[in-house]
């Protein structure tokens, strides 16, 4: 059975700083893509920043040159660095995951969330 650990949320004022880690544990043969959602309430769902297998990013548009998100294989996660953090990032984020696992159908598993708020 696979499981994604996030971590890192907090409360912090306007211009600071978080890093967001997911870590995945379990049979896994191979971790395709990674990535975080956040949701706001009374909002939808959004995809944040996702990395793939070979390295490839993508970023929403609100936090391009803000957010970085990177990998570490050896250890099966993933990291999610907000720097100059709003406000409006306020949100509770998931960690999401495509993983190909042994004994299992399932590939899409996502991590319990962590609430990250920004004050002004």
């Known amino acids: 059975q696979v499981q994604l650990q996030d971590s890192g949320g907090g409360l912090v004022q306007a211009g600071g700083s978080l890093r967001l880690s997911c870590a995945a544990s379990?049979?896994?043969?191979?971790?395709?893509?990674m990535g975080w959602y956040r949701q706001a309430p009374g909002k939808q769902r959004e995809l944040v920043a996702k990395?793939?297998?070979?390295?490839?990013?993508t970023y929403t548009d609100s936090v391009k040159g803000r957010f970085t998100i990177s990998r570490d294989n050896a250890e099966s996660t993933a990291y999610l660095q907000m720097n100059s953090l709003k406000p409006e990032d306020t949100a509770v984020y998931y960690c999401?995951?495509?993983?190909?696992?042994?004994?299992?159908?399932?590939?899409?598993?996502w991590g319990q969330g962590t609430q990250v708020t920004v004050s002004s």
């Open positions: 999401n995951a495509d993983i190909s696992a042994y004994d299992t159908d399932e590939y899409d598993y």
């Open positions: 379990g049979r896994i043969i191979s971790i395709n893509a």
């Open positions: 990395i793939t297998f070979e390295g490839r990013t």
